[in-house]
């Protein structure tokens, strides 16, 4: 199966600041077609994953646009611009390029 | 669209885990979508099951593969999963997700699944 390699796990951000959480591949994400098969989702406590990012660089509906994602083949970035007292969660990067699908171990955001 | 998960919240050793996926606000029949079982548990993170077509068609993770099965019911808008030969490893938060652009947009809240005799 493929790795993912979350850093770091734990994040501790000041409100207004930005953050910025790195995942990296153990094998390339890139399909033929030209799609990066890379996703992030946020995670808050008693609740499901919530989709931010697919395809690498798309937001979802909804999700506000101090939520990026960058990268290329196998590293890859989330990036939140200015941090919210909302953000506070742990996030997952996750691959479906090759099956199974896999999710990387977790980022958690907390505010100092 | 809403997903629900339904089934038993304790399961013995060796027996069978059924889960039902309930889906309301839309159709597990329409669409290009792939309707899929997630799993979570602090031991081995969040882990992909498989997912059915609406044709169903599937994909099971090899992992699990020999134990498990996917089926959908569109006239019951519902789609299922028995996990057989369970084990406390398969003790998890289960969630059912749709499956839109190769990965789950829509979840439903969980239900926890303990095995345990």
């Known amino acids: 199966d493929v790795v993912l390699t979350q850093s770091p796990l734990s994040l501790p951000v000041t409100l207004g600041q930005p953050a910025s959480i790195s995942c990296r591949s153990s094998e390339s994400l890139v399909h033929s077609d030209g799609s990066t098969y890379l996703y992030w989702f946020q995670q808050r406590p008693g609740q499901p994953p919530r989709r931010l990012i697919y395809k690498l660089s798309n937001r979802d509906s909804g999700v506000p646009d101090r939520f990026s994602g960058s990268g290329s083949g196998t590293d890859f970035t989330l990036q939140i611009s200015r941090v919210e007292p909302e953000d506070v969660g742990v996030y997952y990067c996750m691959q479906s390029r090759h099956w199974p699908g896999t999710f990387g171990q977790g980022t958690r955001v907390e505010i100092k | 669209v809403q997903l629900q998960e339904s089934g038993p919240g304790l399961v013995k050793p060796s027996e069978t885990l059924p889960l039902t996926c309930t889906v309301s606000d839309g159709s597990v029949s329409s669409g290009p979508y792939y309707w899929s079982w997630i799993r979570q548990s602090p031991g081995k993170g969040l882990e992909w099951i498989g997912y059915?077509?609406?044709?169903?068609?599937?994909n099971y993770n090899p992992s699990l593969k020999s134990r498990l099965t996917i089926s959908i019911d569109t006239s019951r808008n519902q789609f299922s999963l028995r996990l057989r030969s369970v084990t406390a490893a398969d003790t998890a938060v289960y969630y059912c997700?749709?499956?839109?652009?190769?990965?789950?947009?829509?979840w439903g809240p969980g239900t926890l699944v303990t095995v345990s005799s």
């Open positions: 059915i077509s609406s044709s169903g068609s599937t």
């Open positions: 997700a749709r499956i839109e652009n190769l990965a789950p947009d829509y």
